[in-house]
């Protein structure tokens, strides 16, 4: 071999993404070819930029840029190499220079800043690409001062309910406790999202980082991160990382001299979406089942094992990094009203162009449908979408010019929830999706309150009635009943907010509630 | 309280006498014991390590898991029950997890999910009679932007159509 060339560096994904659609397939491809053509080649398993649609993205590294390929098949790959593929020549599956990709390019990435570039568990990569600058700052500062930092970013929390991150950090700081503890909720349970699979298996440092400033500014010395089980390629990555970053010292005890202590695990949930609720998940952590605590409490002034707690989101806990990087008012002047900074939001279900989208809060549905997402995959119109989860409403597409914006959500009974945008055509039969609604929750119910326990599966016998034309106006009026007792009655969103994404299919979408009258399709429903 | 319940239902039993567990299975989760009782919580750790070492957690491990951790075998048990990820029954030699949830259904997945259960014969929870798959559901499996999505032990597939599910399987109707 010729001394003075040097190996061609390829990056495929070991994101699970594009391991679903092949990505392992397509790597042991390019080792194999590249051995058998004999050239050398530096095979780097990246992440996913997020762009799915175009999974497996490979991409070379030249002089120009990272140029892309993609969706590329195992089958591709010895065309590629003679098309050049080492130089970035061109091929049918081109994408040119990856980071001029609009999609990419319109974006905003703070949080997201290193994905698809990195070698996720790679620490000198990590470091190479502004990893751990915010710790090394924050070791440098007072406490109170890193939490001021958080406090004034306007960072709320991702996990759904938007409680501002500093304030909450602020009360464990003060609260009593011989031991505290940083808790990462990474059970993420609705569908339609998958940014918190994305930060651990394809930057999981940045969410290590982040969880030690936490636990630098509060005053705690123990972090737990809370996965749920249905993620094992994101628990591989966290645990390869933790280990790189303890013999880096940059977590366990005196990280770099500072004095400053830090230990962190990887706990596995059960399969359980109750224990996305963060009380849940505690109990869940103390070897218990899921079922909900009241609340007070606080889990900031009594949380696991009894201790003042700092429960956070994993995008929440990922976003400190850069804040304590580059300054509060960096993060501050992107977003809108009291959403500030940015939000990554997940284009998922029938959508052409369907990934990660990490905009300044304020962008439309229009524009993350259309402009990003290029309209359904179907390529029939888009009839509505489900934002916010399992619990969020149907939004129709009067709605689609709405803002990203906590509060210009809520005024309409909407969700922006952990910013995952589930779309469908219309071919989409909106009591079907009702039912379901009613029906996951009595899946998942803890058990703890009747209305929704006990509602939910009267809900789904109600929208059957209903459906079938059986004395339907009566039915919807127990229907809407019913919605309104388990929004009353319920402890926590689980029951208490099933009732929106019901309530918001029988508004937008009377029609699909009659259709008994009009056409008579037999349904295939197949109870679980 | 449950325990109570429980504890009155169950008379006392010998475990020596009565536990099936052979003593492969009594050693591998005597391993597991040994390497995870200490962590704080470590309920759940030590069930998913029964589960990843023998398949699932058999009944009789209950009382072993209990005594170890100073618990009522009824809380051991309550736990379990609680979880879908848990199961008490031999699974078969695959196990299958088809996304139920509305991501995946946006694109097919109740479709899918009606041409799984027809061509494996089985609904969700059950194995197959030659015991080559067992059916779970999953309520997401974060692979939304290409559903519909399946885990075939614990690797995941997207845009997975009736076509690549046979060709995943080898199963045809
Ligand atoms: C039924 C239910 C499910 C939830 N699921 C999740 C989840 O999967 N992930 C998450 O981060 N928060 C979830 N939450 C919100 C948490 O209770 C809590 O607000 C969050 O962990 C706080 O972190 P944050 O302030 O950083 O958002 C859920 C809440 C409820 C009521
Ligand atoms: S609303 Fe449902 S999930 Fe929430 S505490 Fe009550 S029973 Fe449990
Ligand atoms: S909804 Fe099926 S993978 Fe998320």
Redesign the interface.
């Known amino acids: 071999m010729n001394a003075t060339k040097k190996a061609v560096t390829i990056y495929v994904p070991r994101d ?2 594009a ?3 092949g990505a392992d397939e397509v790597a042991a491809a390019i080792t194999a070819e590249a051995a058998r053509i004999g050239i050398d080649v530096e095979l780097i398993r990246n992440s996913s930029r997020g762009m ?2 175009l ?1 497996p993205l490979v991409e070379v590294a030249t002089d120009a840029g990272r140029i892309g390929y993609g969706p590329v098949q195992p089958e591709d790959v010895a065309s590629l190499f003679a098309t050049g593929l080492t130089h970035g020549g061109e091929h049918p599956l081109s994408l040119h220079l990856v980071e001029e990709i609009s999609y990419l390019k319109n974006q905003e990435r703070l949080t997201f800043a290193r994905a698809g570039i990195t070698d996720p568990v790679n620490l000198a990569d990590y470091r190479a690409h502004d990893g751990y600058k915010g710790l090394s700052n924050a070791l440098a500062m007072e406490p109170a001062a890193i939490i001021a930092a958080v406090t004034d970013s306007g960072l709320r929390g991702r996990g759904g309910a938007a409680f501002p991150a500093g304030i909450k950090w602020k009360t464990v700081s003060g609260a009593e406790g011989e031991q505290k503890y940083i808790v990462c909720n990474g059970d ?7 940014a ?2 994305m930060v651990c298996e394809g930057d999981p440092f940045v969410l290590i980082e982040g969880m030690t400033i936490a636990g630098v500014a509060v005053g705690a010395t123990r972090g737990y991160i809370y996965l749920r ?5 994101g628990e591989r990555a966290l645990n390869e990382a933790i280990k790189a970053a303890y013999a880096a010292n940059w977590l366990g005890a005196n990280i770099q001299g500072s004095g400053k202590h830090f230990d962190l695990e990887v ?7 109750i224990c996305g609720e963060e009380t849940s998940l505690l109990e ?7 079922m909900v605590r009241f609340k007070p409490p606080l889990p900031a002034i009594k949380g696991l ?1 009894g201790c003042p707690t700092v429960i956070n989101n994993v995008i929440t806990l990922a976003s400190v990094p850069i804040i304590l990087d580059k300054g509060s008012e960096h993060y501050k002047n992107f977003g809108v009203g009291r959403s500030r900074g940015t939000l990554p939001v ?6 052409k162009h ?2 990660l989208v990490e905009k300044a809060f304020g962008v439309s549905l229009r524009d993350l449908l259309y402009t990003f997402g290029g309209g359904a ?1 179907s390529g029939r119109p888009i009839r509505t979408v ?1 934002v916010g989860g ?1 619990l969020g409403a149907y939004i129709p597409d009067s709605q689609f010019d709405l803002p990203l914006d906590y509060e210009a959500y809520a005024k309409l009974n909407n969700m922006v929830g952990h910013g ?1 945008i ?4 219309d071919t ?1 039969d909106m009591a ?2 009702a039912r ?1 609604s009613m029906e ?1 929750c009595a ?2 119910s803890c058990g703890k309150c009747t209305p929704c326990r006990i509602g939910s599966t009267r809900g789904m016998e109600v929208i059957d009635r209903l459906v079938a034309g059986d004395q339907p106006v009566k039915q919807e009026a127990l229907l809407r009943d019913l919605c309104d007792t388990m929004l009353a009655g319920s402890l926590c969103a689980l029951g208490g907010m099933a009732p929106f994404p019901v309530l918001s299919a029988l508004n937008h979408f009377p029609e699909d509630f009659q259709k008994s009258s009009q056409q008579q399709t037999p349904r ?1 429903r ?1 109870a ?1 | 309280m449950a325990t109570s319940t429980f504890e009155r239902r169950s008379p006392p039993i010998k475990l020596a006498e009565l536990s099936s567990l052979s003593a492969a299975d009594s050693a591998a989760i005597n391993a597991v014991l040994a390497r995870l009782k200490n962590l ?6 030590i ?2 390590g029964v589960q990843e070492a023998l398949g699932h957690v058999p009944k009789d491990a209950v009382p072993v898991i209990a005594k170890s ?1 100073n618990l009522s075998r009824a ?1 051991v048990h ?2 379990i029950s ?5 199961r008490t029954e031999k699974p078969g030699e695959h196990v299958l ?1 088809l996304c ?8 097919g997945g ?1 479709a899918l ?2 041409h799984v ?1 027809a061509s494996l014969g089985i ?2 929870h059950e194995t197959t009679a030659d015991g080559r798959y067992t059916l779970e ?11 519909p ?1 399946l ?1 075939i032990d ?6 997975v159509t009736a076509d690549r599910f046979d060709r995943l399987t080898g199963v045809t109707a």
């Open positions: 699970s993404t391991v679903s659609l799915f649609w999974e993420e349970g609705d569908s339609g999202t998958f918190d699979r089980c249905e993620y094992p390629y706990r596995m949930g059960a399969g359980a979406y869940s952590l103390e070897g218990k089942r899921g094992f997940q284009l998922a279900g029938n959508i369907g990934g995959l489900q399992p995952g589930t779309v469908f055509d989409v079907e999706q379901f996951f899946t998942e295939v197949v679980s | 704080p919580g470590a309920l759940l750790p069930l998913h951790l809380e309550g736990v609680f979880y879908h990820w848990y997890h139920r949830a509305e991501a995946c259904q946006a694109v109740r999910e009606a259960k609904d969700f559901p999953a309520y997401c499996l974060g692979n939304c932007a290409v559903g999505s885990m614990g690797a995941l597939k997207g845009r």
